[in-house]
């Protein structure tokens, strides 16, 4: 049996103690300004979640250069304008004894003109459903470009006191789209078998660590399997390899953490898997579908280190405090819009949410 989710530890490799093994997943809210500073609405929610006992609260995916950008009042973590409220926010959660993480991202394909003024970009052209137009590949020099451009995001998130970032290689964006066998069909050394589609992660995790000190936390956020032609097996060894890249923790996105992978006949959980594969070293985040006590309890259970959430933080802000008691066992969708708002959301988050099936009691049933 694991330690219980309550326990305070230390992030494998760091000195760095967390006052318990939650995180508060990243989240994208919809709050930002449009030049992609903070509002008070986006750091009053994360600050709710600090005070809620969290012991990593993750920001929502910011982009890390313009081109970037996939949706309405996204974080961005461009420029130096954005600095100032990113201190406000790292020095409230601080206070408030969580450690904090800035998810950075690039959509790529799903970056659209109307947002961004450009036609999107991404390892190679493609076109997806949903999306407004076909994309066109990078060139060399816009790689590195944008390799720089992860980098310099890190270091404008250590300087504004953040400990550390989530780099955002999940869920289908940029990095998720080189790393797929679908949507990087290059024949340059960054596109091929696993190494070529890896090397832009890899540069990226190099840029950040060269631009911050030893103590900034780097963490990846990878889908185990994604539509993009991301495999559970390429998955475990990119995360065997990342091990000697520098990171300190991988987070692994499963939406749903009690299930094997898709597919195969394995019965063991994700978590399970990759604990198995990649040994007691390495640090493992594992998020989806937790809901009470005794579901964060079994992906730790599972192997995980830290079990990160995320709807059930936007109806329950102080989730993470009330673990202490082994039975929790909160309220489940669908919440009022009263009561969100009771939970620190804006108008704007509640509207947002009405768009997540059966989560809103008056928004999207199915
Ligand atoms: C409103 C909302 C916004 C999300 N935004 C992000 C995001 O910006 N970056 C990300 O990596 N995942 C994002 N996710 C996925 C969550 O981090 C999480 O992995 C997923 O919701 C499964 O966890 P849960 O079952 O605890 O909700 C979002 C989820 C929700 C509900």
Known sequence: ?????????????????????????????KQSHEDGTLSDEEISWLLRRAEGGFGIVTTAASHVHPSGKSWEGEMGVWGDHHV??????????????ALSLVQIFHGGLRAPRSLTGMQPV?????LENGVEEECRALSEDEILELVSSFGEAAERCERA??????????????????????????????????????????????????????RFLVCVRISPEHEVGVTLAESLELSKMMGGWGVDMIHISCWDAFKGPRGEDDPRTITRIFRDELGADAGIISTGSVWDASDAQFVIDEGADMVGVARVAIAHSEWASKLNDAGYSPERPPFTPEHLISQGLSQ????YMRRWQGFVTDGRSE
């Not at 049996?1 to 990243?26: E, F, K």
């Not at 991404?122 to 493609?126: F, V």
């Not at 704007?348 to 509207?351: E, I, K, M, P």
Request: hydrophobic share 35%; proline share 3%; aromatic share 6%.
């Open 161 to 214: 006191g953040f400990d550390g970032i989530e780099i955002h290689g999940a869920h289908g964006y940029l990095i998720c789209q080189f790393l797929g066998s679908r949507t990087n069909r290059r024949v340059d050394r960054w596109g091929g078998d696993l190494e070529g589609r890896s090397l832009f992660l890899r540069e990226v995790i190099s840029e950040v660590r060269n631009r911050t000190s030893e």
């Open 348 to 351: 704007v988050f509640v509207d």
């Open 122 to 126: 991404s390892a190679s052209k493609n």
């Open 84 to 97: 100032p409220r990113l201190e406000e926010l790292a020095t409230g959660i601080r206070s408030n004894g």
């Open 1 to 29: 049996m694991a330690d219980p989710v309550t326990t305070q530890w230390s992030i494998p490799g760091t000195s760095i103690s967390v006052r318990n093994r939650t995180v508060l997943a990243a989240m994208t809210n």
